[in-house]
């Protein structure tokens, strides 16, 4: 059957106004509904993603010591606008963090790589040391330390270096999935 439209020749196309306005009152709840669960995402991602590049730094700076037949360490400073880590050779008082690139080094010391985390990110590297030195000859590395990555609501994973430059991950009372319990 025919509605009065089509019996004249006209077909009736596209949406209605009030159609339109009700499918865009529904994605804005849905929108705002979701952005919570992906800021949470988000900053899971991201202190996964830093703790993870952390571990493998820690190895960097073990193989680059054996590699270069030198000592060769990494440092750790913060303050209220970001936490960064550098590895370098020297003493660990000859290089320091910039906020807004490498670190800068002085005397005989070289800066190999910096990271710089910017308190925007809500993602920080603290350390119960100033700095790990590791021997080029056997790879260990002095003094021992714990090194934690923490995230947004009391999220972290800590990487705990023994003397022997090896790291053991674990995330307090369990709150990072993929990381057993420290």
Do not use: W
């Not at 990555?149 to 999935?177: E, F, I």
Request: charged content about 15%.
């Amino acid at each position: 059957m025919k509605t009065p439209k089509q019996a004249q020749g006209k077909s009736q196309r596209g949406v209605t106004l009030v159609e339109a306005a009700i499918v865009l009152a529904v994605l804005g709840i849905v929108t705002t509904s979701a952005a919570p669960g992906m800021t949470g995402l988000l900053d899971s991602r991201r202190l996964d993603g830093t703790a993870t590049q952390l571990a493998t730094d820690i190895q960097y700076v073990r193989s680059e010591a054996v590699a270069r037949n030198q000592p060769v360490r990494i440092s750790f400073y913060a303050n209220a606008d970001a936490s960064c880590y550098v590895i370098h050779t020297g003493l660990s008082a000859q290089c320091t963090c910039a906020a807004d690139g490498p670190a800068q080094c002085s005397g005989t010391a070289e800066q190999i790589k910096t990271v710089v985390l910017p308190a925007a990110q809500r993602v920080g590297v603290q350390a119960n040391v100033t700095s790990l030195l590791f021997d080029p000859l056997h790879g260990t590395s002095s003094p021992t330390g714990t090194l934690r990555v923490l995230g947004p609501q009391g999220r972290a994973v800590h990487h705990v270096v023994n003397v022997m430059g090896r790291v053991r991950s674990c995330s307090p009372m369990n709150t990072v999935a993929g990381y057993r319990a420290c």
